[in-house]
């Protein structure tokens, strides 16, 4: 299982690497009029036949780069056709198309996307949960109800639901959030147990893989898990930040998993509200009243736990205000079942290093300040962040931050510039160009040679190429819909010609498939076509 996920995230935008046929292009354009904006809702999901069937099943709509577009009403795609939404320039990623609420004909603000099938959004920012100036968040604008569907997020920016940003209806989800920034989440100025990450509920995911994505200012949990009858095959964080959480109940809950990995991740004052019984009443925890940074409720025989390269530390001001508060203390990073599992080797998983990050919105301690002096207050510190461009209007509720500067980086110097596994820097490194290494975007590589030989075939194929030094090499067979098919190799070769039969190909139905190659070299994408 772990190739799809190893592999598949080196080469999720091969569809705009290598044009797929058959698939159409939608540009959306912006209103030139920015207080008369385009709605999404009418074009998307009315973009269908008089029977009710979606014109073109494989269609990707683009919107344009520094535009803001409106939904009146959720977009709720079907199992037969993916829901497939970007920017119309992909490589500027400062000025995203951004996609807002408005209010129907009844006065009703929308969710804004409901999926009942696969889909991708790539460079996107959708300010979901927002209803005006003066008012609460809503929550759960964005809800996965596609049973072993398939969600992409990559280079988008997701803020202000008071539930998850992502929140899963369905099991067996394969969801892949990657290069994204999720902010803002909660319920402001009161105490309430909302404002999550992703948020699997009562319902378990065939894999979830969280890469370079930073996350801040959220009232809850990084990612909650609880309830679900079945395990969650497969979840791994690497190389994130986060930042300004809260901690209502915890940062990372588990739930029931056969793996997990956590890895090379930037966790900068998680859990602020420590450990206090007081506040733990909402949800329940794995090891009774206190809080813990990672729990797991169940463990299996063959469960499989990896923890390492972390970096987890709390400023000063954060420890002095909980010496300072006899109920309040430093909560530990694991619960009892995770510490069972890795024995003596616990310690060395994470450091505790004080970074500094160039340029992030300010602290929130003074709601963690507030609420302990009174949880009932109406008016407590509203830890949500806005662009300094709205100061001065009604959503300038005191927490202002100029987004144009916005930093997630730390000194090189520093010992987790140097302390992720691969030997790079911990964090979201790829929103920083003095810690980048770019691990998860190998360069193609034409040089490797690749070819299928017969193609088009209707049975076997030979996969050929060179290598020019050995080393790990994964193979992965996609169709035109980015689903995995199958994996003819994943191992080490040496250097030299290389030849990998591909015999599962005569079991598939006909037309085009691609072929990916990984290797330490870079990458290569080929097309194999089933007659």
Same mark, same amino acid.
């Given at each position: ?58 269609? =990707? ?241 063959? !469960? ?46 994470? !450091? ?11 602290? =929130? ?38 987004? !144009? ?10 010992? !987790? ?26 360069? =193609? ?87």
């Amino acid at each position: 299982m772990q190739l799809f996920y190893r592999f598949s995230l080196t080469l999720l935008c091969l569809a705009f690497l290598v044009p797929a046929t058959g698939q159409t292009i939608v540009p959306i354009a912006g209103g030139s009029d920015p207080n008369d904006p385009t709605d999404i809702f009418p074009i998307i999901q009315g973009d269908t036949l008089a029977n009710g069937d979606r014109k073109d099943n494989n269609t =990707i709509y683009t919107l344009e780069n520094g535009k803001t577009y409106i939904i009146s009403q959720e977009i709720v795609n079907k199992l037969d056709w993916p829901l497939q939404i970007q920017a119309a320039d992909l490589s500027n990623t400062e000025m995203k198309p951004k996609i807002r609420r408005i209010p129907n004909a009844a006065g009703d603000y929308r969710r804004v996307f409901w999926p009942e099938g696969d889909m991708t959004l790539r460079n996107i920012w959708v300010v979901s949960g927002e209803k005006d100036g003066g008012a609460q968040h809503d929550w759960g604008l964005i809800r996965l109800f596609g049973e072993n569907s398939r969600v992409v997020v990559d280079n988008c920016i997701i803020e202000k639901d008071r539930g998850g940003f992502l929140q899963v209806r369905a099991n067996g989800i394969r969801c892949f959030v990657t290069n994204s920034i999720l902010r803002n989440g909660g319920n402001r100025r009161i105490l309430q147990g909302n404002g999550r990450g992703i948020d699997a509920r009562d319902f378990f995911f065939d894999s979830l893989v969280v890469k370079q994505t930073i996350i801040h200012n959220i009232q809850d949990r990084v990612f909650r898990s609880q309830g679900a009858v079945f395990p969650h095959n497969y979840i791994e964080f690497d190389h994130n930040t986060v930042f300004n959480q809260v901690g209502r109940h915890g940062t990372f809950q588990f739930g029931r998993a056969k793996e997990v990995k956590v890895t090379n991740n930037m966790l900068s004052n998680p859990l602020m509200l420590g450990t206090s019984p007081i506040y733990t009443d909402e949800q329940s925890q794995p090891d009774g009243d206190e809080h813990k940074i990672f729990t797991i409720d169940t463990l299996f025989a063959d !469960s499989e736990l990896e923890f390492a390269g972390n970096n987890i530390f709390y400023t000063q001001d954060v420890l002095d205000y909980w010496a300072s508060n006899d109920s309040v203390s430093q909560p530990d990073v694991y619960s009892k079942l995770i510490l069972d599992r890795l024995g003596e080797s616990a310690d060395t998983t994470y !450091s505790q290093e004080v970074v500094e990050f160039e340029a992030v919105p300010m602290s =929130i301690l003074q709601y963690v300040k507030d609420l302990y002096a009174d949880p009932t207050s109406t008016t407590m510190f509203d830890f949500i962040v806005e662009d300094v461009s709205l100061a001065g209007t009604p959503f300038d509720r005191g927490n202002i931050f100029d987004f !144009s500067t916005f930093s997630p980086c730390y000194a090189n110097t520093a010992a !987790s510039a140097t302390g992720a596994t691969d030997g790079g820097a911990i964090g979201a490194t790829n929103f920083c160009d003095n810690l980048s290494t770019d691990t998860y975007a190998p360069q =193609i590589a034409l040089e490797l040679g690749l070819k299928a030989t017969p193609n088009p075939t209707n049975a076997s194929t030979i996969i050929s190429y060179e290598l020019i030094k050995g080393g790990r090499v994964a193979i992965a067979i996609y169709d035109l819909s980015g689903k995995l098919v199958s994996t003819p190799f994943d191992g080490v070769q040496q250097a030299g010609i290389q030849q990998v039969e591909f015999t599962q190909l005569a079991n598939l139905p006909s037309g085009m498939y691609f072929a990916n190659l990984l290797t330490e070299e870079g990458r290569m994408v080929t097309r194999i076509v089933k007659n």
